[in-house]
């Protein structure tokens, strides 16, 4: 569980390095109308990784 959040950090990380994060906050921005600064998207890849180390855990 504390794997998967720390592994969708790093992913959320390493997109940011390539400029990834302005196209997903933008995105978000244009989904919902509401804007989330680094610290949210941050947060998102946190609860994808954690998410994603639950469902693996449980498998």
């Known amino acids: 569980m504390l794997i998967g959040l720390i592994f969708g950090l790093i992913i959320g990380w390493l997109v940011s390095l390539f400029g990834g994060n302005t196209l ?5 921005f244009e989904l ?3 804007e989330i600064s680094n610290a949210g998207y941050y947060t998102i890849f946190a609860l994808l990784g954690l998410i994603g180390g639950l ?3 449980k498998s």
Not at 24 to 28: D, W
């Open 24 to 28: 997903i906050i933008q995105g978000v």
């Open 32 to 34: 919902t109308g509401r």
């Open 55 to 57: 469902l693996k855990h």
